[in-house]
């Protein structure tokens, strides 16, 4: 009885050992008396105890290898340190397993040996900007070397570009010169760029001012011209006026039927206003030529006719005196 429990108890023992459940995203690989049997996946499996074993369990994964620097040397011969990032994934469980004895090791040397090649063929200037170049390269190269290994090289990536400290030096000095360049032509730009729109906003000034002359002197001549109009207008006016007036007169005097001394007086009058003695010559018509003899006769008749009054006035003071 002890012995028959002991063995039902082995057999519950291998019975448990025989259940295996593989997890999530993980490959298990079984063999069964030293050969390849199968390829579990996600799963419950069971397995004949003491003839078969799991000869690895393989995770699929992506998986990220941080690879330390390797030198290599450029086309220029340039000694520098770069390490890269290789990400892969399990694709064949069973060729990952029996294909290359140590995975890590064959793709890391293999990293080494193709960034060699490609950065070989490179120049250091040339090298430092076509990162993206030589990533896809080191990609393309590994993931075709590795199909046999049952992996998938996704992508690489070159993390540090490390060049000598005297390339180092020489080529921040390159790039403070080639700031110190930018920011002169950057300057002189700049400076030719203000100069241009001085001139151009000098030039706008002058063109503006010109246009303001142009339109001041427009308007000042037309100003001028509708003055000169309305003078001229007012002095035809007030010439039409006098004419009218003048006529006027005449159709009065026409009217009244004036006599001939009356006109001969007017004369007198305006003869008068002439000879104000402003004038140096005056020239008398003839007509009042023989009015101022006539007059001239009369003031004598009129002078002799007072100077005997006058006598006669003293004769009688005389008589009076004598009394």
Request: aromatic share 4%; hydrophobic share 40%.
């Amino acid at each position: 009885m002890i012995i028959f429990l002991i063995i039902l108890a082995l057999l519950v023992i291998l019975g448990i050992l025989s259940v295996k459940i593989v997890p999530q995203s993980k490959v298990y690989v079984l063999e069964r008396l030293g050969s390849y049997q199968t390829t579990w996946s996600t799963g419950v499996h069971f397995k004949l105890p003491i003839f078969d074993m799991v000869r690895s369990r393989v995770s699929l994964k992506e998986r990220v290898v941080d690879f330390p620097p390797q030198p290599v040397i450029t086309k220029d011969n340039v000694t520098m340190q770069i390490d890269t990032v290789v990400f892969y994934q399990v694709t064949d469980a069973k060729l990952y397993t029996y294909g290359v004895d140590n995975p890590l090791l064959a793709i890391e040397n293999l990293t080494a040996t193709t960034l060699r090649n490609i950065i070989g063929d490179l120049e250091l200037d040339h090298t430092l900007t076509s990162r993206d170049v030589i990533n896809t390269k080191i990609t393309s190269i590994l993931d075709s070397a590795s199909d046999k290994w049952g992996i998938k090289v996704n992508r690489v990536e070159l993390k540090n570009i490390v060049p000598p400290a005297e390339i180092q030096n020489a080529m921040e000095k390159q790039m403070k010169a080639e700031r110190e360049r930018r920011q002169l032509v950057l300057q002189a730009e700049g400076r030719k760029n203000a100069d241009i729109l001085v001139a151009e906003g000098e030039k706008r000034s002058q063109v503006l001012r010109a246009e303001a002359e142009k339109e001041s002197l427009i308007l000042h001549a037309e100003a001028v011209r509708e003055q000169s109009i309305k003078e001229a207008e007012g002095k035809a006016r007030a010439i039409e006026i006098v004419q009218t007036a003048t006529a006027r007169g005449l159709e009065m005097i026409k009217a009244v039927d004036v006599s001939k001394s009356v006109i001969s007086l007017k004369s007198l009058e305006t003869f008068e206003k002439v000879a104000d003695g402003k004038a140096t010559k005056i020239i008398i018509p003839s007509e009042i030529q023989s009015m101022a003899g006539l007059l001239a006769s009369a003031k004598e008749i009129v002078n002799g006719s007072e100077s005997n009054s006058d006598e006669s006035k003293t004769e009688v003071k005389h008589d009076n005196k004598e009394k």
